[in-house]
């Protein structure tokens, strides 16, 4: 088992950035914060639910509480046994405690029979409904499936941020009632539409997002058959912004897309260790099928625009950012347009990455700084040849260090070190709008664009339809696209 530390960085610099306060500080503060979770086993996807909601608030350095006799019946041992695993996976130093705190500074319930809760939430259907205290629920209209305990899950996580993170006014919503379905894209209707089994499906992108729709997948029963393409490994940053994997996982510097395929035994994973661009190639040298539709899971406009030239008939795009790291959205594309070049039409002014910098000045190859935990040994630094006295001096101070300290240890790290600010009830909510828009069977007629602040929740006006660019290469290679996908398939 790894002993070293669990990193908090990404959720407490995303944290920091909504509360205006330093790392530091917030991270002294949240270790004294107390969070009590209770829940009625009953209630629809109850159990989805509590592993969304306890696994993300694991994710964050409070002391977490779950009292199994909070709710409206008692929590069976087999689901209390499963979330204290699900917790200690993700943090061995601070398990879960199975007891009521004397004080808690959020108290918050899965289900609807709470009085004393902060917060309640529940799934219905795909979708979610949650009540501060004093807000009664409505009557629910449907089962609740695993995309409505999912978004349940990291919804109550937002809430419960606010609270103990004390994200300042302006960067948040006030504590309301929420109903919404990423289905519908409005209430929850009571109509449960299946997801068909899947198939010409690829996931590109094994991150914070990739994870979360596969999160989503197992939760909802998926069947049939997906592509995941991921070029790298998990990592220790990874545990606590990313929906799946432990400690375990990254101590043995699984490939993410093995780690998902692991995740979803009821579907057929092929999965696909390599970028967008590496699978694009694939498919034209004939060793990979076309895919019909791509669930677009990356973190950079570079990535989006090689999904663009996948040429797919529905492209539907997660994505997070913003100042805060707390916006989300969903993008429908279509080879014809809007394509994700539409969407997302500028690439940024920015030189080769950390990684290929990296690359040509050790001479270790692209592959291997892939894997950033995995350390760098003696034998790899006698093996390489030509290198400046200077940057072999540098390299013998890194032997038995990760690999993923050499864009520091080179002074190349700058903002495109993938230290972005993250975290999982974020990327949770974008692969929700995701996994919405394929239930809803793919890209629609009038594509949608959504958007809104997992801080402010879902809105009235989020959604809007989009136009193509008539600027853009999928209106003015119209012709030459359609020629490439006739070649392709
Ligand atoms: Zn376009």
């Given at each position: 088992m790894t002993t070293d530390p669990t990193n908090y960085s990404r959720p407490l610099l995303l944290a920091a950035g909504s509360s205006?306060?330093?790392?530091?500080?917030?991270?002294?503060?949240?270790?004294?914060?107390?969070?009590?979770?209770?829940?009625?086993?009953?209630?629809?996807?109850?159990?989805?639910?509590?592993?969304?909601l306890v696994a993300n608030l694991r994710r964050l350095p409070i002391q977490l509480h779950l009292d199994p006799d909070g709710g409206a019946e008692q929590l069976s041992a087999d689901m209390v046994a499963e979330l204290e695993h699900l917790a200690v996976g993700i943090d061995i130093t601070r398990p879960l405690n199975i007891y009521p705190p004397t004080q808690a500074v959020v108290h918050v319930h899965v289900g609807t029979s709470s009085a004393a809760a902060h917060i309640c939430?529940?799934?219905?259907?795909?979708?979610?409904?949650?009540?501060?205290?004093?807000h009664p629920f409505p009557p629910l209209l449907a089962v609740g499936t695993g995309l409505g305990g999912v978004l349940t899950g990291a919804m109550l996580t937002a809430e419960v941020f606010?609270?103990?993170?004390?994200?300042?006014?302006?960067?948040?919503?006030?504590?309301?009632?929420?109903?919404?379905?990423?289905?519908?894209l409005t209430e929850p209707d009571g109509i449960v539409r299946d997801l068909s089994p899947l198939d010409a499906t690829a996931l590109i992108g094994?991150?914070?997002i990739g994870t979360a729709i596969a999160l989503i997948l197992r939760e909802l029963n998926a069947t049939g058959s997906l592509t995941v393409v991921d070029p790298e490994t998990y990592d220790e940053p990874n545990v606590t912004t990313y929906s799946l994997g432990t400690l375990q996982t990254a101590e043995n510097n699984t490939h993410k897309v093995h780690l998902i395929r692991d995740e979803l035994p009821g579907l057929t994973i092929d999965p696909f260790i390599g970028t967008?661009?590496?699978?694009?190639?694939?498919?034209?040298?004939?060793?990979?099928?076309?895919?019909?539709?791509?669930?677009?899971?990356?973190?950079?406009?570079?990535?989006?625009?090689?999904?663009?030239?996948l040429h797919a008939d529905h492209t539907l795009d997660g994505s997070t950012g913003g100042s805060t790291g707390t916006m989300l959205s969903l993008s429908e594309?279509?080879?014809h347009g809007p394509c994700l070049r539409c969407y997302y039409p500028t690439r940024p002014a920015k030189g080769p990455s950390v990684i290929d910098l990296l690359a040509e000045r050790t001479g270790l190859s692209r592959e291997r700084l892939a894997r950033g935990t995995e350390e760098l040994t003696a034998e790899?630094?006698?093996?390489?040849?030509?290198?400046?006295?200077?940057?072999?001096a540098i390299l013998e101070r890194e032997v038995g260090k990760g690999v993923c300290g050499l864009g520091k240890a080179f002074g190349l790290v700058g903002a495109d070190n993938g230290?972005?600010?993250?975290?999982?009830?974020?990327?949770?909510?974008?692969?929700?709008?995701?996994?919405?828009?394929?239930?809803?069977?793919?890209?629609?007629?009038?594509?949608?664009?959504?958007q809104y602040d997992a801080l402010f929740g879902p809105y009235g006006d989020m959604t809007l339809h989009r136009n193509s660019r008539a600027a853009c290469r999928c209106q003015t290679d119209l012709e030459l696209h359609r020629t490439v996908r006739s070649h392709r398939r």
């Open positions: 205006g306060t330093d790392t530091t500080n917030l991270e002294a503060r949240l270790e004294s914060t107390t969070v009590l979770v209770t829940a009625d086993p009953e209630a629809p996807a109850a159990l989805t639910t509590l592993r969304v939430g529940v799934a219905d259907g795909h979708g979610t409904r949650v009540r501060p205290q004093g606010k609270i103990v993170v004390d994200v300042l006014p302006d960067c948040r919503g006030p504590l309301t009632p929420i109903d919404f379905c990423p289905v519908t094994g991150g914070a967008a661009q590496d699978y694009i190639d694939a498919i034209d040298s004939g060793t990979k099928p076309m895919p019909t539709t791509v669930l677009g899971a990356v973190d950079s406009i570079d990535a989006r625009h090689e999904i663009a030239a594309a279509t080879w790899e630094l006698d093996a390489l040849e030509g290198l400046p006295p200077e940057d072999r230290f972005n600010p993250s975290a999982a009830f974020v990327a949770q909510q974008a692969a929700a709008l995701v996994v919405g828009a394929l239930v809803r069977g793919g890209t629609s007629t009038r594509p949608n664009y959504v």
